[in-house]
């Protein structure tokens, strides 16, 4: 069952109400956005946009539900096309939902033996296949690096190259056993292995959608389409795109084209990571538009 993160959270700090209009950037399974929609009956209007044509098929048709295959980096143009202009919130929660990494078959999980596939829209050419076997190793280490922030990127690069050299790494466990001989796998590191895995997995699925670049295009056209009052809701769940989403507000702040509602992110409480470990990383700030 899917759960949505934060929900009560996302609800206060949008503050939806009945009339107003909402953009939701990444509906995934329609959590948050079935939500939003009963706060905003009976006239107000909700768009769904999903990079994920799949994800899309997936939700149920609702009144007042306006679906859109697109990638937020073009929602400045997905907002007009779809004639959606008096926009009084905007929600971005940056994580995948629980079909996308479960039921896909696409490769985002290290628990199931998959395809090294990772591209969400269908249109990305390099999959996580040809990154492993074919980049260079510095290339590699790079992305372990820069975007999963894992310090033993280097070690775990050697080991593929030695691995690609006698077969290709095709599959997700093929990768993941090529990690498991880098990081002992004894019960007091198990732990350990598993938040490499995320940390790898995460880093080469940002890499392939080019999702941070994504991420800065949309906060910035999010600003030109909110009416004045209009809400900015961000979830994040990598330390890099928290990153991107604070330094954005603050920068928005100074120019004072938003006021910051949330002075440090919200997180989840234990009975909500109890209930949904993927929580557990998720971070949400929130801004105004002035």
Not at 107 to 117: A, Q, R, S
Not at 186 to 206: D, M, P
Not at 217 to 226: A, D, K, P, T, V
Request: charged letters at 30%; a positive charge; proline letters at 3%.
């Amino acid at each position: 069952m899917h759960i949505p993160i934060l929900l009560e959270k996302v609800l206060e700090y949008l503050d939806p109400q009945s009339g107003e209009n909402f953009v939701d950037c990444t509906i995934g399974e329609a959590g948050h956005a079935k939500a939003i929609l009963e706060r905003i009956a009976p006239n107000g209007k909700l768009l769904g946009i999903d990079i994920d044509i799949a994800s899309l098929k997936r939700i149920e048709p609702r009144e007042r539900l306006v679906l859109a295959h697109g990638n937020f980096k073009e929602l400045r143009e997905i907002v007009k096309k779809n004639n959606f202009l008096a926009v009084n919130g905007i929600l971005f929660d940056l994580g995948l939902s629980n079909w996308q990494i479960e039921g896909s078959g696409k490769g985002f999980t290290y628990k199931k033996d998959e395809p090294l596939i990772m591209i969400l829209n269908g249109k990305q050419e390099v999959t996580a296949e040809e990154i492993i076997n074919s980049w260079p190793e510095e290339s590699l280490v790079e992305i372990f690096k820069n975007y999963g922030e894992e310090k033993y990127s280097r070690k775990i690069v050697a080991e593929i190259v030695k691995q690609r050299k006698l077969a290709p790494i095709k599959t997700t466990f093929q990768l993941k056993n090529v990690i498991k001989r880098v990081i002992s796998f004894s019960l007091t590191r198990r732990g350990t292995l598993f938040r490499v895995l995320a940390r790898i997995f995460q880093a080469l699925r940002i890499v392939i959608n080019d999702e941070l670049e994504n991420l800065k295009s949309g906060l910035e056209q999010s600003i030109e389409i909110l009416a004045p009052k209009g809400r900015i809701v961000v979830i994040s769940f990598h330390s890099l795109e928290d990153r991107i989403v604070k330094n954005f507000f603050k920068e928005q702040e100074v120019r004072g084209k938003l006021k910051i509602l949330t002075d440090k992110p919200v997180i989840a409480d234990e009975i909500e990571i109890s209930m949904n470990y993927r929580s557990r990383s998720a971070k949400l700030r929130a801004a105004i538009k002035i």
